[in-house]
C-alpha cells in the first residue's frame, strides 16, 4: 500500500485530486479537517475535553459542540488556539494511523490522507510520498472570491498568512500544477502514480 500525502494552500484545488484519485483509482481518502470535526462528535475522545476548555455554553441543543462558537473564541485568543489544537491533533492523528493500518490489512493499493497544516503538524510522519497542489495566486484568489464569497484582499490575505511556496516546495517529493488545465492535472497525477508504482 501506499500512502500519499496531498498538502497545498487555500484555493489550490486540493479536492479536485483527490476526487480524481478516489474515482479513477480508488483510493481511500481520510481528510484530517473532517476528523478533525469527527473527534469532536458526542462519544468521541475530544468531546469532554473541548468542553471543560471551552465551557459548557459551547453545547448545542442536540449535544454536539456548536464549532463555529468555538471558532469565534479562537480567532480572537491565540492561546485558546493552541490549546484546542493540543486537544485535536494527537486524537486525528490517532485516527489516522489506526485507518491506515486497518486499510492496509484490508488490501487496500492506495490511501490518501489531506490535511492544510500538512507540514506543521507533521503528518508526513505516515505517508510514503508527499505531493504539493501548486495553484497560481491569481487562480486561487477568483477561486476564493467565486466559491466562498470572499473580497480580493481577505482572499489575498489568507493566503498570504499561510506558508510561503518555497516552503511547499522544498519539503513536497512531487508537484502537480492544477491551474486550470483539468487535462494537464489529470496527467501530472497519473505520472505521480506510475512513479510510486513502478519503486
Given at each position: 500500500?501506499?500512502?500519499?500525502?496531498?498538502t497545498g494552500g487555500v484555493g489550490a484545488g486540493k479536492s479536485t485530486v483527490l476526487d480524481y484519485l478516489e474515482k479513477k483509482h480508488h483510493a481511500y481518502v481520510i481528510k484530517a479537517?473532517?476528523?478533525g470535526h469527527l473527534v469532536m462528535e458526542p462519544g468521541h475522545e475530544?468531546?469532554?475535553p473541548v468542553i471543560a476548555l471551552f465551557g459548557k455554553q459551547v453545547i448545542k441543543n442536540d449535544k454536539t459542540i456548536d464549532r463555529r462558537q468555538v471558532s469565534d473564541v479562537v480567532f480572537s485568543h491565540p492561546d485558546m488556539l493552541d490549546r484546542l489544537n493540543h486537544i485535536i491533533h494527537p486524537a486525528v492523528k490517532k485516527y489516522i494511523r489506526r485507518q491506515l493500518s486497518l486499510k492496509k490489512?484490508?488490501?487496500q493499493k492506495i490511501c490518501v490522507v489531506e490535511a492544510a497544516l500538512f507540514f506543521e503538524d507533521h503528518y508526513e510522519e505516515f505517508c510514503d510520498v508527499v505531493w504539493y497542489i501548486h495553484t497560481d495566486q491569481e487562480i486561487r484568489i477568483h477561486r476564493l472570491m467565486k466559491d466562498r464569497g470572499y473580497t480580493r484582499e481577505k482572499s489575498a490575505g489568507i493566503i498570504a498568512s499561510q506558508a510561503s511556496e518555497d516552503y511547499f516546495?522544498?519539503?513536497?517529493?512531487y508537484i502537480i500544477e492544477n491551474n486550470n488545465d483539468l487535462g494537464e492535472t489529470w496527467k501530472q497525477i497519473?505520472?505521480?502514480?506510475?512513479?510510486?508504482e513502478t519503486v
Open positions: 500500500m501506499i500512502t500519499i500525502g496531498v479537517d473532517e476528523i475530544c468531546y469532554e490489512q484490508q488490501g516546495y522544498s519539503h513536497s517529493d497519473e505520472e505521480g502514480i506510475n512513479k510510486y
